[in-house]
Each structure stands twice: as C-alpha cells, then as structure tokens.
C-alpha cells in the first residue's frame, strides 16, 4: 500500500518515471540490475537484505545508479550508515513529499541530502568517526554474502529456505554459517540473533 501511494505521488512529477517496484532486498537487486536507473529508493529494513546491504553491492552491478534511502527510522546511526554505504541520499517518510521529490532531484544532480533533523548531527559523526575510527567492525569481518546470511539466519529463516532463496545447496548454507560463528566468536543462533540486533543489521 505504501509502494502503491509513493508511485501515484512521485508520478505525479513529470520529470520522474517510476521504473519498478520491489518486495525485498533481493527482487530490489535484481530490479536494479535489470533496468539500471538513474536512482534507486530503498528502505532500512528490507526482508532479505537491507536497504543499506543493497547499496553497497550497487556499484557491481549499477554503477551509475545513485541511491536514496526513505525510512521511518530517524536514528543518526542508521543515516551515518548509510553515508558510510555510499548512499547519497537519507530521507525520513515523514517529510512532505514536495520536500522528497526535491531530494530526488538533488541526488540525480550529484548532491548529498540527509534529512533536516539529522543533517548536523549526522555531519559531526562521520567527522567524528574519521578522526578515531581505527577498529575492525563486523561490516568488514565478514564478506557481503556471510552478512546477508546472517541477515537471514536473524530472520529465522531456516539453511534450506536460505539456500532456496539465493539458489545455493543448503550445505552451502551451513558452511557460511560456520565461518560466520568462527569469525565472531558466536556459537549459537540467539546469539547470532543478537550481534544482528546490535550491530543493526537487522532490526526489531
């Protein structure tokens, strides 16, 4: 329904043309690929994969294509996250759509636009972050395919409905899921679960 009512109002704009739509992390990927647009609207928390899992893997497969993520999660994290993705655009669905149809606008013209609430604080993370971020964080422990593993292992889908999904034998699965607990130092699903929560790699 929310999909249906943005397509209706960002349509309304004669300089936009919606191209597709899509359900989850992975219909998004494959959207994307197939059609290649100039920007691509995700969410935060996407079944599957995330909105800020889906960006990162972008440049692979639609180097031209900038990204825009439109949640309800206005947590200064999530925006300084997303930035660190290489997202050029966060933006709150609470804001007008004028306001994010102007957004759109400036991320196709090669600006950054992060919603106004978030915008300072956000800025001062990442110049904060800069300066002392020196240590190793589960982003880049484990490779792009173990975290959308255990995205889905945080899900509680099981190793056959993972494997049936990104088309790997189930044996696969559980080899990734192995070397994920090795890497962490986790060795149990709750607990899996958990770092998935914490780290925000899925949310509740």
């Given at each position: ?36 647009p ?23 497969i ?10 309800m ?20 669905k ?42 190793v ?30 088309f ?10 192995k ?17 998935a ?8």
């Open positions: 329904m929310f999909r249906q009512g943005l397509r209706t109002l960002l349509e309304a704009a004669q300089d936009i043309e919606i191209l597709g739509e899509a359900s989850d992390g992975q219909e998004s990927l494959k959207g994307i690929e197939k059609y290649q100039d920007i691509a609207i995700l969410d935060i928390a996407m079944p599957g994969l995330s909105g800020i899992e889906v960006a990162k893997r972008l440049p692979k639609a180097p031209d294509t900038k990204t825009m993520i439109l949640t999660h206005g947590d200064t994290f999530f925006a300084v996250e997303a930035l660190r993705a290489k997202v050029q655009g966060f933006m709150l609470e804001e007008s759509i004028d306001y994010l149809v102007q957004g759109i606008r400036k991320v196709a013209a090669g600006e950054i636009v992060v919603t106004p609430s978030l915008e300072k604080a956000v800025f001062k993370e990442l110049q904060n972050s800069q300066r002392k971020h020196n240590g964080t589960s982003n880049n422990i484990l490779t792009p395919r173990e975290t959308e593993i255990l995205q889905l292992v945080a899900e509680g889908m099981t190793n056959q409905e993972i494997a049936d999904l990104l790997i034998s189930p044996a696969t699965v559980d080899t990734h899921r070397n994920i607990m090795t890497k962490l130092d986790i060795h149990s699903v709750a607990g899996l679960v958990k770092h929560i914490r780290h925000k790699i899925v949310t509740l």
